[in-house]
């Protein structure tokens, strides 16, 4: 039984910073690309920026230069730090990865969301 579970969403003035959490647990064999999502009411959803299992990153063009994400393999954990948040990033963040597990058997795999809301 693999889980994602993420943590550090929340309320968070202009200009402020965040930082999520994602960690992955269950019987576990390798984890590839992994990334976090976003989704605000009316919007589709959208890729905010993903990470290869050799460190390559990829970013939406919106957050380039303001969020970074990086992994620790040994937790197999991911993260996304937002500085200089700004109201139009109010969404749902979402946490993906693609695991294959100790069957060798390989699955794309989404966590709950977690609302981050930008607002004074």
């Known amino acids: 039984q693999v889980q994602l579970v993420e943590s550090g969403g929340g309320l968070v003035q202009p200009g402020g910073s965040l930082r999520l959490s994602c960690t992955t647990s269950?019987?576990?064999?390798?984890?590839?690309?992994m990334g976090w999502y976003r989704q605000a009411p009316g919007n589709e959803r959208e890729l905010v920026a993903s990470?290869?299992?050799?460190?390559?990153?990829n970013y939406a063009d919106s957050v380039k230069g303001r969020f970074t994400i990086s992994r620790d393999n040994a937790k197999n954990t991911v993260y996304l730090q937002m500085n200089s948040l700004k109201p139009e990033d109010t969404a749902v963040y979402y946490c993906?990865?693609?695991?294959?597990?100790?069957?060798?058997?390989?699955?794309?795999?989404w966590g709950q969301g977690t609302q981050v809301t930008v607002s004074s």
């Open positions: 993906n990865a693609d695991i294959r597990s100790t069957s060798r058997s390989l699955a794309n795999m």
């Open positions: 269950g019987s576990i064999f390798s984890i590839s690309v």
């Open positions: 990470i290869t299992g050799g460190g390559g990153t």
